[in-house]
C-alpha cells in the first residue's frame, strides 16, 4: 500500500509539470514601410531565434505622432502595441517614420528603436539607418529592442545585440548575443536555434 502511494504521488507530480511554451515574437509593419524590409527583418530574426509571426500592416497611432517634429513618439507607439500583446507573446513594430523618445533633458530625442526593459512591445524604425546595409542594420536594432522587453539591458560586449549605441549606429559591429545575454534569454524560455 507504501509503495502504490509513493508511485501514485510521483506520477501526480510529474503530469503537473509542464514545459512552458515559448514564446512567440510578432512583427508588426506599420503601413508606411515596405513588406521586403519586413520580410528581411523577419527572416533574419527566425536565423536567431525560430518562433516568429508577421502581422497585417496596420496605421501609426495618431496620437503617437509629433506634428512640431514630424515624428512619431516611440514610447506612445509602444503602449498602443502593448495593449494589443497577449501573454506569451511579444510584438515588435517596424516603420519608416522618424521616432523619438525623452531622453534626460531633451524632450525629443531621435532614435533608431526603443524597447523598455521589461516590456511587451517595442519599436524599431529605419528612418536613422545607414543606407549601404540598412537591411542587417534594422534587423539588429530589431534584436536589440526584442532583447530589452526581456529584460535584457545594455551589454559592455561590443560584438553582443545588447551594446548601447550611445548616440550612434555600431551595427558593423555586432554578431550575436553574447554568451551572458543569451542565457538570460535562455532562463527567460527563448528557444533559441542553436545553443
Known amino acids: 500500500m507504501l509503495c502504490f502511494t509513493f508511485l501514485f ?46 502581422l497585417e500592416p496596420i496605421d501609426l497611432p495618431e496620437m503617437a505622432y509629433y506634428k512640431e517634429r514630424n515624428r512619431y513618439r516611440a514610447d506612445s507607439i509602444i503602449s498602443f502595441l502593448s ?15 522618424d521616432i523619438s523618445t525623452t531622453k534626460g533633458k531633451i524632450k525629443d530625442f531621435g532614435v533608431m528603436g526603443l524597447g523598455f526593459t521589461p516590456g511587451k512591445s ?19 536594432v530589431a534584436i536589440h529592442e526584442l532583447g530589452h522587453t526581456q529584460g ?8 553582443c545585440f545588447m551594446r548601447d549605441a550611445e548616440g550612434k549606429n555600431p551595427t ?23 545553443i
Open 152 to 159: 535584457l539591458k545594455h551589454c559592455p560586449v561590443k560584438m
Open 122 to 140: 517595442c519599436i524599431a524604425s529605419s528612418f536613422r539607418l545607414n543606407k549601404k546595409n540598412s537591411n542587417e542594420q534594422f534587423f539588429k
Open 9 to 54: 504521488s510521483c506520477s501526480e507530480k510529474h503530469e503537473n509539470i509542464k514545459e512552458e511554451k515559448a514564446i512567440t515574437i510578432l512583427i508588426q509593419p506599420f503601413k508606411d514601410i515596405k513588406s521586403e524590409n519586413v520580410e528581411s527583418v523577419a527572416n533574419e530574426i527566425k536565423k536567431v531565434y525560430p518562433y516568429v509571426k508577421i
Open 83 to 97: 495593449k494589443k500583446t497577449e501573454k506569451g507573446f511579444v510584438t515588435i513594430g517596424l516603420t519608416s517614420k
Open 172 to 194: 558593423n559591429e555586432e554578431t550575436d548575443f553574447c554568451k551572458k545575454c543569451k542565457q538570460i534569454l535562455i532562463n527567460k524560455n527563448w528557444k533559441f536555434n542553436s
